[in-house]
């Protein structure tokens, strides 16, 4: 028969060997301050359609919530793209700024003057600190 001190030890080792794995699992996602860095890195680069950032971003916020609430808080109709996990956690940063629509409109004549944008929130993967997903709006 098992002794109460053995059974105890095992527990312990048990015990332990939880707490340092979930401790491991938050140590896997990237910080608040890396999640803003890599945000400000994706408004501050130019994209096909979107100049980089025209002045310094101000009133940057980050939250950290599952996918599917943060591409809710873009237009409450979205759902996450294909491939990826709904309750994965990710970083949701918002920031006020300017940035330049640079793709005409097809078939207008004149071409209108693109409306500039002054809000841009990213969705940051939580574990690698690359954007899923963006939105700029007036």
């Known amino acids: 028969m098992i002794s109460r001190q053995v059974l105890f030890q095992a527990l312990a080792v048990i015990l332990l060997t939880?707490?340092?794995s979930a401790t491991q699992?938050?140590?896997?996602y990237i910080s608040k301050q890396e999640a803003i860095?890599?945000?400000?890195?994706?408004?501050?680069?130019?994209?096909?359609?979107?100049?980089?950032?025209?002045k310094e971003p101000s009133n940057i916020r980050a939250e950290q919530m599952t996918l599917l609430?943060?591409?809710?808080?873009?237009?409450?109709d979205n759902q996450p793209a294909s491939g990826y996990d709904p309750n994965m956690i990710v970083w949701f940063v918002t920031m006020d700024g300017l940035w330049l629509n640079e793709m005409e409109a097809p078939g207008l004549t004149p071409p209108a003057e693109p409306a500039p944008y002054h809000h841009y929130?990213?969705?940051?993967?939580a574990?690698?600190?690359?954007e899923i997903e963006s939105s700029l709006t007036p």
């Open 121 to 125: 929130a990213i969705i940051i993967d």
């Open 127 to 130: 574990k690698n600190g690359l």
């Open 69 to 76: 609430e943060a591409v809710k808080k873009i237009s409450r």
């Open 37 to 54: 860095d890599a945000a400000a890195e994706v408004a501050s680069t130019s994209q096909p359609e979107i100049s980089r950032a025209q």
């Open 18 to 20: 939880s707490c340092a």
């Open 25 to 28: 699992n938050l140590k896997s």
